[in-house]
Nanobody, 124 residues
Framework: QGQLVESGGGSVQSGGSLRLSCAASGYTYYRYYMAWFRQAPGKEREAVAS???????RYTDSVKGRFTISQDNARNTLYLQMNSLKPEDTAMYYC??????????????????WGQGTQVTVSS
């Protein structure tokens, strides 16, 4: 059974930066898409960014120009560089992997594997 383990969350002031990591292990199948999602208290889980096997990226509008998703060559680690953080970025951030090759890469419905999450808190 595969695992996704996030790390790198924490508390920062507005305008600060954090880098999240997601280590994938134990997978014997093909992960076509990987992504970061976030969920704030009382809100639905929303997509932050996705990346496919060829390195194509997509971002939700609210993080464009501030966040960067990347992966290592073996696709065993997923990253999210977050700059110019705002209080509204405060949420639990989740790493996800999809073995399906068709669908909306920013939809949680596409993803069949999830990590446990790492908390990001941005104070004003």
């Amino acid at each position: 059974q595969g695992q996704l383990v996030e790390s790198g969350g924490g508390s920062v002031q507005s305008g600060g930066s954090l880098r999240l990591s997601c280590a994938a292990s134990g997978y014997t199948y093909y992960r076509y898409y990987m992504a970061w999602f976030r969920q704030a208290p009382g809100k639905e889980r929303e997509a932050v960014a996705s990346i496919d096997i060829d390195g194509r990226t997509r971002y939700t509008d609210s993080v464009k120009g501030r966040f960067t998703i990347s992966q290592d060559n073996a696709r065993n680690t997923l990253y999210l560089q977050m700059n110019s953080l705002k209080p509204e970025d405060t949420a639990m951030y989740y790493c996800a992997a999809a073995t399906q090759t068709s669908g909306d890469p920013l939809s949680p419905a596409l993803y069949n594997y999830w990590g446990q999450g790492t908390q990001v808190t941005v104070s004003s």
